[in-house]
């Protein structure tokens, strides 16, 4: 397999035709490996040197691509999302060309040696096969691998209708999350507040939809205020969002009261399954309502009427998502010494 590297931002653009073509037949196939992100995390971030490695085999067609780059001045190689913003990331190659491609990454580290320090894989999961196929390989030229858990993402496997979802419950939270349906739903007789939810469509301003939802996500917490007054994260996150709905990956949803936004959820809706990557809410508004968890529970129901498999809390262990029904599955990080 031969490997091109490259140090430009231009690659980007050659490698656009044929990027997600081949992350379609990967392994490990996630929205955050796909080209539109991870041209636009770049373009906002840009932390060091680019070091996008490629791979072809002897026909030329595009085999394998390992998205890194060089942080500096710590010389320190790193995917291309890493750490914050980004949930997962892993190397892309298909099954039948993964092994090949991973051994010549190996061995192109090998040769590459004086050039860093140490390479951080991170955000990786702990299914992943690169998790067991690159070890050996890069210990058969003399690296130390470390393996340890990062972080964790809840995840919930759907079943087959919400009555499946509320049943798999414990006796408590089954009650409690049915209750505060109800409450919802009851609330424009009993206290005259109309409560209705809708995920923005064609219908709607995409950009002035995403203003609110940003509003409202700053309003949630204070870290959250801190996060998006960063002027790289408010960049990415505004050019992130309108390229994920372009491709028909954005499930960006609002619970209204009397037609006023009260909670949020940015989810991505990709292969199958749907990652909850952030939130919004007024609790100080609305917390009689709880809103943001009704919304929630809407959006598990909606998602199993489409049938997706698979309902991603992405990385965080905060309570809510376990009373929800969530389980673990870990995240990894291989560190690699010369």
């Known amino acids: 397999m031969k490997l091109d590297i490259y140090h430009e931002d231009s690659a980007f653009d050659l490698l656009r035709d044929e990027w997600n073509a081949l992350l379609n037949r990967s392994v ?3 929205i955050f490996l796909t080209w539109e992100w991870q041209a636009t995390w770049w373009r ?6 680019l070091w996008l490695i490629v791979g072809r085999d002897e026909n030329g067609a595009l085999a394998g691509i390992a998205p890194w780059f060089r942080e500096m001045p710590s010389r320190v190689i790193r995917p291309i999302g890493c750490v914050d913003v980004t949930d997962y990331l892993d190397i892309i190659a298909p099954p039948e060309q993964h092994e090949a491609f991973l051994s010549a990454l190996a061995a192109w580290l090998a040769e590459q040696r004086g050039e860093y320090e140490r390479v951080n894989l991170c955000n990786m999961q702990d ?3 690169t998790k067991a196929v690159l070890p050996p390989l890069l210990e058969a030229h003399g ?12 995840r919930i496997a759907l079943p ?3 009555e499946d979802y509320l049943n798999s ?5 089954r009650h409690e999350l049915r209750r505060k349906m109800r409450r919802a739903e009851e609330a424009e007789h009993v206290a005259g507040e109309k409560v209705d939810w809708y995920i923005v469509g064609p219908e709607h301003d995409l950009n002035e939809q995403t203003e609110l939802f940003i509003t409202l996500m700053k309003a949630s917490h204070p870290e959250k205020a801190k996060f998006m007054d960063e002027p790289q994260n408010a960049a990415f ?3 992130m969002v309108p390229q994920v709905a372009a491709c028909g990956w954005l499930q960006l949803a609002f619970l209204t009261v009397d037609g006023a936004a009260a909670a949020a959820y940015l989810n991505f809706d990709y292969d199958n399954c749907i990652g909850v ?3 919004g809410l007024l609790p100080g508004s609305y917390g009689h309502l709880s809103s943001g968890i009704v919304l929630l529970c809407y959006l598990i129901q909606h998602n199993i009427e489409q049938r997706r498999k698979m309902f991603d809390f992405l990385r965080g262990n905060e309570d809510y998502k376990y009373r929800m029904g969530a389980q673990d599955s870990p995240v990894m990080e291989m560190r690699i010494y010369p």
């Open 28 to 30: 490990v196939n996630e």
């Open 44 to 49: 906002a971030y840009t932390p060091g040197d």
């Open 127 to 129: 299914r992943s096969p």
């Open 143 to 154: 690296f130390k691998v470390e393996l340890q858990q990062q972080e964790t993402c809840p």
């Open 160 to 162: 087959a209708t919400f």
């Open 169 to 173: 419950l414990d006796k408590k939270q």
């Open 237 to 239: 996150f505004r050019a």
């Open 277 to 279: 990557y952030n939130s």
